[in-house]
């Protein structure tokens, strides 16, 4: 699947989606409830988008309540206080001054989830407190996310299998670029891309130059909760039925990255057309460089990316690829010190850095780069 969406047509489309759905919601009140909310589009995905900001809302509510002068602790205090929050929950009355915008992300959200899974679920991630994956938060992201599950489910069985209280988030943005083209956790696009066009049409050729899609459905077995407030409710509320894949779907072939592309005809190029010169005429025929070698001489292996680059090569790296951005960098080369091949490195180089930040892929500095990262390979 593609990595980005264009960003206009995307703010568009979400903008005629949002505007159609409340017309129809206020016109005749002032004010939606927390049922209607259940259900106020035929997109499930939108639905939970707006549960979970307003889920958000609720939690920092109840912080509010908080103050140095009481003791919050304190089991009674808890127990009133959660009661309350309860009780409150089930009583969610939004006017269309406050659900607009809620409703506006939970679009976009719901479009970059369906299209470009790997950025929404990095996006996510990146957002979560304190930088660190808790089993909180892997049963959130599992909860509230239903297009593409199974990317979910995978994220937080890994955290399951480490044993771990907690991970630091750049080691579960490595268990997503493991998992993120596993094709039996994607989801077919197409019934989806119906349920949005049941409200306006979604029309792919828009967002994305070329689409595809997956249509290999994994499955998705919710476990019932005892109900605790409206936001643990509402799920048996909504039909969790998944769509059905269209039979006959074939999956679509991944493109090639771009940059790859390019290297690979540059060094092509190169090996087969040498220069003449009086070196050339006298030399020791050596055999040719091998595909495998493509990005120049592999020297000694090394143990690890971040601790064999020299202070001038780190100082040319920040400068000239992360934007002078040292602590980019730094999160950068730790992601490829945790990936298990150069495939995979090659995969977030091409997929995240280059994209991101527009890197030449000609020069200088990510040559070097590339070269280092295939000595730990090597």
């Known amino acids: 699947m593609p990595n980005s969406l264009n960003s206009n047509a995307l703010n568009q489309y979400a903008a005629r989606f949002t505007a159609t759905v409340l017309n129809e919601a206020y016109r005749n009140e002032t004010v939606v409830k927390g049922p209607e909310l259940l259900k106020i589009t035929p997109v499930r995905q939108v639905n939970l988008g707006i549960l979970n900001r307003l889920f958000e809302q609720w939690k920092n509510t109840a912080l509010a309540f908080r103050s140095i002068y009481f003791d919050f602790e304190s089991e009674d205090v808890k127990t009133a206080l959660q009661a309350f929050m309860n009780t409150a929950s089930q009583h969610i009355a939004v006017k269309r001054n406050d659900l607009e915008p809620l409703f506006l992300d939970a679009v976009k959200d719901a479009i970059t989830l369906l299209y470009t899974p790997e950025s929404y679920f990095e996006e996510k991630l990146r957002a979560m407190p304190e930088s660190v994956f808790t089993p909180e938060n892997a049963a959130q992201l599992v909860k509230y996310t239903q297009i ?149 001489s592999v020297q000694v292996k090394v143990e690890n990316i971040a601790g064999s680059i020299p202070l001038g090569q780190r100082f040319m790296f920040v400068n000239q690829l992360f934007n002078r951005n040292s602590e980019h960098f730094d999160k950068a080369i730790y992601e490829l010190d945790l990936v298990k091949n150069f495939e995979e490195a090659e995969n977030l180089i091409w997929h995240r850095y280059a994209s991101k930040y527009a890197w030449d892929v000609n020069g200088e500095a990510i040559q070097a780069l590339l070269s280092i990262v295939k000595r730990k390979f090597s």
């Not at 593409?148 to 991970?167: E, P, T, W, Y």
């Not at 949005?196 to 998705?220: G, M, R, W």
């Open 148 to 296: 593409h599950n199974g990317i979910a489910k995978a994220l937080a069985q890994r955290l399951a299998d480490s044993n771990a209280d907690s991970v630091y988030m750049t080691q579960v943005i490595g268990w997503l670029y493991e998992v993120k083209s596993d094709a039996e956790l994607l989801d077919d696009v197409t019934p989806f891309i119906s349920q949005f066009s049941e409200i306006l049409t979604l029309d792919s050729s828009e967002l994305l130059p070329v689409v595809h899609v997956s249509s290999q459905v994994s499955a998705q077995n919710g476990q019932k909760q005892e109900p605790k407030s409206f936001f643990d409710s509402a799920f048996s509320e909504i039909d969790p039925a998944r769509p059905v894949t269209i039979p006959g779907q074939t999956s679509s072939q991944q493109r090639a990255e771009p940059g790859v592309a390019v290297l690979s005809e540059i060094v092509s190029k190169t090996n087969s057309s040498e220069r003449e010169s009086l070196n050339n005429r006298f030399k020791v025929e050596i055999p040719k460089v091998s595909d495998e070698s493509r990005y120049g």
